[in-house]
């Protein structure tokens, strides 16, 4: 069966910074694209950024402006999304999925979830 974990969600103040993590089981991580996508409350889910099995990185939104960046690690079949400078326009529920192939696809291409981790930026 196919997981996918998030973890690192926080409560912080604006401009403060917070690393997100995702682990996967069930699948070869190091052959699997991975991404993150985020949800506010009322709003659509929104796609962030994409890693591809090899470290090439597609941003589906530009809205972070530089802020966010996307890494991997597939010796720990992990996922990492580094935010800094962090503004209550961030608070949102962040979500990680895996792709299906090598490379990112589009975002409305993702079938794999994890349940989410809560990132609350207060002014």
């Known amino acids: 069966q196919v997981q996918v974990m998030e973890s690192g969600g926080a409560l912080v103040q604006a401009g403060e910074s917070v690393r997100l993590s995702c682990t996967t089981s069930g699948l070869t991580f190091s052959h699997t694209a991975m991404a993150w996508f985020r949800q506010a409350p009322g709003m659509e889910r929104e796609g962030l950024q994409c890693?591809?099995?090899?470290?090439?990185?597609?941003h589906y939104s530009h809205h972070d402006q530089g802020r966010f960046t996307i890494s991997r690690d597939n010796a720990k079949n992990t996922a990492y999304l580094q935010m800094n400078n962090l503004t209550p326009g961030d608070s949102a529920m962040y979500y990680c999925a895996a792709g299906s192939s090598y490379f990112c696809p589009a975002p409305s291409a993702f079938t794999i979830w994890g349940r989410g981790t809560q990132v609350t930026v207060s002014s």
């Open positions: 890693i591809s099995w090899n470290g090439g990185i597609d």
